[in-house]
């Protein structure tokens, strides 16, 4: 299944803090999943000023549980920075070659 998250930080003074606080971890860990084939693009969203003020990633996992599993030790989430996450059953068109079923294809010479 794969699903759009959209993850907002909180709005108060020290919510940039907490983001850069645990930054490099959330970027380890989500490196981690996009080689596993879980984690199929993301990044942050930002305000008209450029500053991130939340994430957004489509993300591919057998089960809502397994992906709720991932979400409850993400760095971001532990370290209180997303404040608000929406995740939307979601479905990548079949032309764009980042989902997990096209990486398997191509592994196996389809």
Same mark, same amino acid.
């Given at each position: 299944m794969q699903f759009l998250i959209i993850a907002r930080d909180?709005? #108060?003074a020290r919510a940039?803090?907490?983001r850069l606080k645990v930054r490099a971890q959330h970027l380890a860990n989500a490196e981690r999943l996009q080689h596993a084939g879980?984690?199929?693009i993301g990044g942050a969203l930002l #305000? #008209? #000023?450029g500053q991130m003020?939340?994430?957004a990633a489509v993300a591919e996992f057998d089960s809502r549980a397994e992906l709720d599993d991932w979400l409850r030790t993400d760095p971001y989430v532990t370290g209180h920075?997303?404040?608000?996450?929406e995740v939307i059953p979601y479905r990548v068109a079949p032309h764009y070659t980042f989902t997990r079923q096209a990486e398997q294809s191509v592994k196996a010479g389809a």
């Amino acid at each position: 299944m794969q699903f759009l998250i959209i993850a907002r930080d909180g709005r #108060d003074a020290r919510a940039l803090e907490r983001r850069l606080k645990v930054r490099a971890q959330h970027l380890a860990n989500a490196e981690r999943l996009q080689h596993a084939g879980h984690l199929l693009i993301g990044g942050a969203l930002l #305000d #008209d #000023d450029g500053q991130m003020i939340g994430s957004a990633a489509v993300a591919e996992f057998d089960s809502r549980a397994e992906l709720d599993d991932w979400l409850r030790t993400d760095p971001y989430v532990t370290g209180h920075v997303w404040q608000h996450i929406e995740v939307i059953p979601y479905r990548v068109a079949p032309h764009y070659t980042f989902t997990r079923q096209a990486e398997q294809s191509v592994k196996a010479g389809a």
